[in-house]
């Protein structure tokens, strides 16, 4: 079965630095994998997703995502982060090969940049 | 403007009650979906539906109920048996057949207590 990881729960970082949120996951097959962001009492928002080809994915609002097979990790970052970035960033599978169609989030990191 | 709408955004209901939470789409997604999402555990499926009439159960499907009947529609229902009602649901659709390297589109979601 897939499976998603998440290791932080929060993340700090002052606003102008860059910032890295951490996903690593777990799939029998060849994963396609997702980025997702929510702001308080809201739906989640789609940021970007890695099916093949270039390792380095951009995304929405600046993000972006270095797919790393050997290490099976799906880090989010960001080159200079904004106050307004603060949220809730969650990481998802899907498993490719198996025919199944369910995403599977991870647990989620909030993110918190201070002025 | 295509997109999700939940309704209500929030619901109060006594405990022994069922609960219908609206879920509507006009982005002709024929994938649906249903999410629970509770502090710390990131979003957990309830249901999905790939196509009207027909649906199956996600991870934690007991004490919920759904219906298909049509496209633009996927209610959710809380029933009486389920222990725990109180958490925010999501509902969510994504493209025909659950195409793999389709992102999914979310509602603002409608928040739930049971007292």
């Known amino acids: 079965a897939q499976s998603v990881a998440q290791p932080e729960d929060q993340v700090n970082v002052a606003e102008g630095n860059p910032l890295t949120v951490k996903c690593t996951y777990s799939v029998s097959g060849n994963p396609y994998l997702f980025w997702y962001v929510q702001y308080p009492n809201r739906g989640l928002q789609f940021l970007l997703k890695y099916i093949t080809g270039d390792n380095l994915v951009k995304g929405s609002y600046g993000f972006e995502a270095e797919f790393n097979k050997s290490q099976t990790s799906f880090h989010l970052k960001k080159p200079s982060a904004l106050v307004s970035d603060s949220a809730l960033y969650f990481c998802a599978v899907r498993d490719k090969d198996t025919g199944f169609q369910k995403l599977v989030f991870g647990t989620g990191t909030r993110l918190l940049v201070s002025p | 403007d295509g997109g999700i709408t939940q309704s209500p955004k929030y619901l109060f209901r006594k405990e022994g009650q069922n609960v219908t939470l609206s879920c509507e789409q006009n982005l002709n997604h024929d994938a649906m979906y249903w999410y629970r999402q509770d502090p710390g555990q990131g979003l957990r499926l309830i249901y999905y539906s790939q196509i009207v009439n027909d649906f199956q159960k996600g991870d934690i499907a007991e004490g919920y109920s759904v219906s298909r009947e049509k496209k633009e529609s996927f209610p959710l229902t809380v029933t009486s048996a389920q222990k725990n009602p109180t958490a925010f649901y999501l509902c969510?659709?994504?493209?025909?057949?659950?195409?793999?390297?389709?992102?999914?589109?979310f509602g603002n979601g409608t928040r739930l207590t049971v007292t």
């Open positions: 969510a659709s994504s493209m025909a057949g659950g195409a793999y390297n389709s992102p999914l589109h």
